[in-house]
């Protein structure tokens, strides 16, 4: 194996549990094991990978000839990269709570037809909850002799409530998840808010669009974090000249004050004690104080482009790793969110996502916010539906009037080049001057 300049395997074993509730019939209440290996060998020029199941990684034979295997692969690449040093470490897992494997699918199934039942109040016509729980046993090494192992454990639920009327319907959602445990006792209270907030939509008031004032709640505004700035700044889409964030290292991007950061030791749901590449991980400042700081890297895009830190290198079971977010969020400002309304005057409150798009190479984006609220002489008044909030990623950065102080982060997945990974995201409360709102309302 002359031609090998570096391997590393990583084995991904564990369960995974789902729980999917339609109108109160169980659709699906199950769970599957998995075990998988992917092995990377860099060659002269480039990778050579390879996928296997139930890998004994304690076998030196097994792993000679996977690595042999994985090595001509690699001898065919034309393209020749290298690999960035990059510390090591592994961080403790934060302990659990009440351990999901301590209750059966039987009282997980329950806990969730609990939720979504609370989630039928009059009016709401159509219901679903969905659980998903995964237990993941990570072991990583390389050729240069680094080793790293840990568990993980992730649960949570969402529900999702569509209220009808006079053929009008409208829908609520809900959704938490944790790395801390079990999650599904006592919540019909997010079961109750999803079902009343799509009643309460039945009556609201269209918006109308234009440009104004507008207050992002944190939901919002870590989407706009993670989907227009966090992207942006991923070292590969860097390499690939596919951000508006390329070549601007130094750069004032952002209001004074503004502090954007990812960050994988966190404990929220993107929470990672090592990455993929089995580099340490450690808070990245993307932005400090309006000044483009960082990107996000791992070995390989540290390497090429540089400005930056490894240990943002994720990967799906089965799948080689890239370079993802974690923890993405904006740090806290010193505004009360009643100064926001009140500097805010006459515009809009925005509240939660369901979901947009961005480009990110050309800079621009266009969110759905789930609902709002007219803000007249600095207080919140009528209820509005089918908002949204487009605009150009560098001029929303210098548009920030006001950043609260009441940061709160919100769990999901994210997903990028065919996989998908848990992450989290978050901001306080935002006060942007020009937002473009878009709404139908005359």
């Given at each position: 194996m002359v031609d090998v300049r570096y391997y590393d395997l990583r084995c991904v074993r564990g369960e995974n549990t789902?729980?999917?509730?339609?109108?109160?019939?169980?659709e699906s209440a199950g769970t599957s094991f998995f075990d998988r290996t992917v092995v990377r060998v860099l060659g002269q020029k480039g990778?050579?990978?390879?996928?296997?199941?139930?890998?004994?990684?304690?076998?030196?034979?097994?792993?000679?000839?996977?690595?042999?295997?994985?090595?001509?692969?690699a001898a065919v690449t034309e393209d020749r990269l290298d690999l960035a040093d990059a510390p090591r470490g592994i961080l403790p897992v934060p302990p659990l709570g009440e351990d999901p494997r301590d209750v059966d699918l039987e009282e997980k199934t329950r806990l969730l037809a609990g939720i979504e039942a609370s989630a039928r109040v009059p009016e709401v016509a159509n219901t679903r909850a969905r659980y998903t729980e995964g237990i993941d046993s990570v072991r990583f090494l390389d050729s240069s002799g680094n080793e790293a192992s840990y568990e993980?454990?992730?649960?949570?639920f969402s529900v999702l409530a569509i209220a009808s009327r006079n053929g009008v319907m409208q829908m609520g959602s809900e959704r938490d998840h944790v790395i801390t445990g079990f999650n599904l006792r006592n919540r019909q209270d997010l079961g109750r808010k999803a079902g009343e907030i799509a009643v309460s939509l039945l009556d609201a008031r269209l918006a109308k669009g234009g440009t104004r004032r507008a207050v992002l709640d944190p939901e919002l505004a870590g989407v706009f974090t993670h989907e227009a700035v966090g992207?942006?700044?991923?070292?590969?889409?860097?390499?690939?000249?596919?951000?508006?964030l390329s070549g601007r290292i130094g750069e004032r991007i952002?209001?004074?004050g503004l502090v954007i950061v990812d960050d994988p030791s966190l404990h929220e749901f993107g929470f990672m004690p090592v990455d993929a590449e089995g580099v340490a991980v450690r808070r990245t400042e993307i932005i400090r104080d309006g000044v483009l700081s960082s990107y996000l890297h791992n070995r390989e895009t540290l390497a090429a482009v540089g400005n930056g830190v490894a240990g943002h290198a994720r990967a799906e079971h089965?799948?080689?790793?890239?370079?993802?977010?974690?923890?993405?969020?904006?740090?806290?400002?010193?505004?009360?969110?009643?100064?926001i309304l009140a500097e805010c005057k006459d515009g809009i409150l925005l509240?939660?996502?369901?979901?947009?798009?961005?480009?990110?190479?050309?800079?621009?984006?266009q969110f759905n916010a789930e609902y709002g609220y007219l803000v007249e002489g600095g207080e919140t008044?009528?209820?509005?539906?089918?908002?949204?909030?487009?605009?150009?990623?560098?001029?929303?950065?210098?548009?920030?009037?006001l950043i609260g102080n009441d940061r709160k982060m919100s769990p999901g997945y994210c997903g990028k080049g065919g996989q998908n990974v848990p992450v989290s995201d978050g901001a306080p409360h935002l006060l942007l001057e020009g937002a473009i709102i878009g709404g139908r309302g005359e």
């Open positions: 789902l729980i999917d509730i339609d109108n109160g019939v169980v990778w050579g990978v390879l996928t296997r199941d139930h890998v004994d990684i304690d076998s030196k034979r097994e792993i000679d000839a996977l690595v042999e295997a994985a090595a001509r692969l993980a454990t992730r649960s949570g992207h942006a700044s991923e070292g590969d889409l860097v390499r690939e000249g596919a951000s508006v952002g209001r004074e089965g799948a080689p790793p890239i370079v993802r977010m974690s923890n993405t969020f904006i740090e806290n400002g010193d505004a009360a969110y009643d100064e509240i939660g996502s369901r979901g947009g798009q961005v480009d990110p190479g050309r800079g621009v984006f008044t009528d209820m509005v539906r089918d908002v949204s909030l487009s605009g150009e990623i560098l001029s929303t950065l210098h548009n920030i009037v």
